[in-house]
């Protein structure tokens, strides 16, 4: 599982005892290791990080937490594929690479019905705010607005059957998948913002329109998350739409 990490120090710890809390009760016999990306926090969000992984590891024999670490900040995309490349590398083809989250707006539980849609035999399964079932406690009118225009955007501009949230970093994958694409696209990572979820569903479709995505109502608990949001929604929005225009036009070697 990969976690990117930015001036988390209020949220790491909540969210690693979550972790092995609730993975070891749901999922008992799973080995599951967590690579948490630390992209040069300015606060003591490894401090924490590694405090916490040695208590959980002391007393969870399965629970085992890797932590990488960027000397300086460079940004979500980065650390995302500094995660992705260092769980391909560990991760068996029958393993399944998650994604989530280090604000606690993500909740540990629905790891076990992201992992059983791959079991289901899907390739990709996304946890989505536009699935019926699907619950947002605590984020503003306004967030939730802008969110939900990108995903009708997208669907519209951008489509990929089964898929209606194209940014929510709660993921699941196959592992086979994932490598195969990560092995054959060079620039598989190329964005350096928050588009780079949107960018990483494009990529593995244009690769392979066989692939199986589906999507899990989520429940986003984001007052459960401490401190205030990285995403800056002028950039993001910009990011976005010049991310479209390119696929659009066929650019892709990016
Ligand atoms: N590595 C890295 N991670 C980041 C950076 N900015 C944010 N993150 C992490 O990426 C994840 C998503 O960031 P959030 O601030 O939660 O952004 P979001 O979920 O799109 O937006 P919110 O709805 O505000 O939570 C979190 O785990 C952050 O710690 C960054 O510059 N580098
Ligand atoms: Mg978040």
Redesign the pocket.
């Known amino acids: 599982m990969v976690?990117?990490?930015?001036?988390?120090e209020a949220n790491v710890g909540r969210l690693l005892e979550d972790l092995a809390d609730g993975l070891g009760q749901l999922m008992p016999n799973s080995r599951v290791t967590i690579a948490l990306?630390?992209?040069g926090s300015a606060d003591s969000t490894f401090e924490v990080a590694e405090q916490t992984r040695l208590r959980l590891e002391a007393n969870q024999p399965l629970f085992r937490c890797v932590l990488l670490r960027?000397e300086k900040?460079?940004?979500?995309a980065?650390?995302?594929k500094t995660g992705l490349l260092y769980a391909c590398d560990i991760a068996d083809d029958r393993d399944i690479i998650t994604t989530m989250?280090?604000?606690n707006?993500h909740t540990p539980g629905l790891l076990v019905h992201l992992t059983r849609k791959i079991f289901e035999g899907y390739d990709v399964a996304v946890a989505s705010r536009y699935r019926n079932g699907s619950r947002i406690i605590g984020?503003t009118l306004f967030?939730q607005l802008l969110s939900w225009g990108a995903s009708i955007l997208l669907r519209s501009l951008m489509p990929i059957p089964g898929i209606r949230d194209y940014?929510c970093?709660f993921r699941a994958y196959r592992a086979s998948c994932l490598k195969r694409v990560v092995r054959e696209n060079p620039t598989f990572v190329s964005e350096s913002g928050?588009s780079v979820m949107l960018d990483i569903l494009l990529k593995m479709y244009r690769h392979d329109p066989h692939l199986a995505f589906v999507e899990i109502p989520i429940l986003l608990r984001?007052d459960w998350?401490k401190g205030a949001?990285?995403?800056r929604v002028g950039p993001t929005i910009r990011q976005t739409l010049r991310l479209v225009a390119r696929r659009r036009l066929g650019q892709w070697d990016d």
């Open positions: 976690v990117p990490a930015y001036n988390e990306v630390d992209d960027h900040n460079r940004g979500l980065e650390a995302i989250d280090c604000d707006s984020l967030r940014t970093g928050f984001y998350k949001s990285k995403l």
